[in-house]
């Protein structure tokens, strides 16, 4: 068994635990209901409509450059760790340093 199939929890319809959420009565809400409960709650973000959307832009980020780069093995061990997506967050932690010395020079 390799390492990531360890960690994979495995469910079928018999094993699912039960969640929180009133299934019964969210089937019984029309849509003017739930549109009261969403716009009732402090949290909720708007319910959006095509108007909204009519100056949407889409904005795709810069592709990452592959690089190679000779590291230390504790540093990449220690990232690596931490589970997938290691290389975005020794990105996130090179921006970090970067933006603060841009700031400060």
């Known amino acids: 068994m390799t390492m990531?199939?360890?960690?994979?929890?495995r469910r079928t319809l018999d094993t699912l635990r039960p969640g929180k959420t009133d299934w019964e009565r969210l089937d019984r809400m029309t849509d003017e209901d739930i549109e009261r409960a969403v716009a009732e709650d402090p949290d909720a973000a708007p319910i959006?409509?095509?108007?909204?959307w009519a100056?949407?832009?889409?904005?795709?980020?810069?592709p990452k450059a592959p690089i190679s780069i000779r590291l230390d093995r504790e540093?990449?061990?220690?990232?690596?760790?931490q589970g997938p997506g290691y290389q975005s967050r020794m990105n996130a932690v090179l921006r970090a340093y970067m933006n603060a010395h841009r700031k400060a020079g």
């Open 55 to 62: 100056d949407a832009q889409l904005v795709l980020p810069e």
């Open 75 to 81: 540093v990449l061990d220690w990232f690596k760790e």
């Open 4 to 9: 990531s199939e360890e960690r994979i929890v």
């Open 48 to 52: 959006l409509d095509e108007t909204w």
